[in-house]
């Protein structure tokens, strides 16, 4: 089969690997039909994540048809169209019953957390869906199957990033007449702001330093928009126009914010696992009492970490990885309801032999880009 391959650090490539197959009587193979580049497939790329051999398959953001099912898989058949979320996830561990699927405790025999598709061998080394085909294990827990009637683009993200945006401000507890800022535009800070707006928040602000990113933020959602390059200190100006700072902050950054000279030599050596200057402009961005959620992707420890001024401003922290699996039925609700769409978002639709460029756009910001669905 065809699937886009990470061959090096800044090196991306669709080449023809070997097919999937039932491997334990609870997988299934499904015929991918539509995947989806997400900003955290350039951890990979740029080199932020440890054990990830060249040749191996990207990508966790996928959905198809089954064609082939191990026989004790009973919760889907072979023809149904399923959305695969990107934790794999065993559903009869402590975790797995306590709805922390991003936890399971049998995924990952590699790591502490779960595993996750085409994410390197540290997050269990199971090939990823930007291919034709795609193994799913555990299938009685994870595939869900999709109505009929509703596009593949309409249901794609409720793979990772409908229900990590949503559990970002879900898990920040924002409300009703809630001030909510909102740092990174990309995919899933586009999808808070809609969820924000969605709870009640009366005040929106998105950052960002990509001009385009912004325009969408302001035309399609209404939002208050603010270039952090434009400000000295980002933080303190929030906390000045806001008067005192914001109820709730999403980090949607994670590790790929603007980084420091210093950062950059410590990352290359090894020494932190990349910037932290969306943490940092949080600590100032929030209110006393408020709560700042890391939804964006981290590394490992991080040197200078800003810990005090969180704690004498009496700030909650809440982070991780997204649960997903506990958030597909209700958003999937609110899809068939037409409460909620994301297809906004969707700046390219391209092939999968196309990945290459794919890849290229996303990770440079060139043609306006902001999400790329994969026709494979």
């Not at 039932?22 to 193979?29: G, L």
Request: hydrophobic content about 35%; some cysteine; proline content about 4%.
């Amino acid at each position: 089969m065809k699937a886009i391959v990470y061959d090096g650090i800044q090196d991306v490539k669709v080449k023809s690997v070997r097919d999937p197959s039932i491997e334990k009587s609870d997988d299934i193979v499904i015929k991918v039909t539509s995947t989806a580049i997400c900003g955290s497939d350039l951890h990979l790329v740029h080199g932020m994540i440890p054990n990830m051999p060249k040749g191996f398959v990207l990508g966790h953001e996928t959905m198809g048809i089954v064609l082939d099912m191990g026989s004790d898989v009973h919760k889907v058949k072979k023809g149904d169209r399923v959305i695969v979320p990107f934790p794999v996830s065993c559903g009869h561990c402590w975790y797995c019953e306590h709805e922390l699927y991003s936890q399971c405790d049998n995924s990952n025999p590699n790591g502490e957390n779960a595993g996750i598709f085409g994410y390197s061998n540290t997050f269990g080394g199971y090939d990823g869906g930007q291919a034709e085909l795609l193994r799913v294990p555990y299938a009685n827990v994870g595939p869900t199957v999709v109505p009929e009637e509703l596009t593949d683009e309409q249901v794609l993200f409720l793979t990772d990033i409908l229900p990590t945006s949503y559990w970002g401000v879900d898990i920040g507890g924002v409300k009703p007449g809630d001030t909510v800022v909102v740092l990174g535009c990309g995919p899933v800070g586009l999808l808070a702001i809609k969820w924000a707006a969605f709870k009640g928040a009366k005040r929106i602000i998105a950052v960002d330093r990509v001009g385009y990113r912004l325009k969408h933020a302001y035309e399609n959602y209404g939002v208050e928009t603010l270039n952090f390059e434009e400000h000295d200190n980002t933080g303190e100006y929030i906390k000045e126009i806001t008067g005192g700072g914001a109820d709730v902050v999403l980090d949607c950054v994670g590790m790929d914010g603007k980084m420091s000279t210093f950062e950059k030599i410590e990352t290359a050596l090894k020494l932190q696992g990349g910037s932290k200057s969306a943490i940092e402009i949080a600590t100032q961005a929030v209110r006393k009492g408020g709560t700042v959620v890391l939804v964006g992707v981290y590394g490992s420890r991080y040197n200078l970490f800003p810990l005090g001024d969180f704690f004498s401003r009496n700030i909650t922290l809440k982070m991780g990885q997204c649960p997903a699996h506990a958030y597909v039925e209700p958003i999937l609700k609110l899809i068939k309801e037409n409460k909620f769409d994301a297809r906004d978002i969707i700046t390219h639709k391209l092939s999968l032999e196309q990945g290459t460029h794919a890849y290229e756009i996303f990770d440079k910001k060139e043609d306006g880009c902001i999400k790329v669905v994969l026709k494979p």
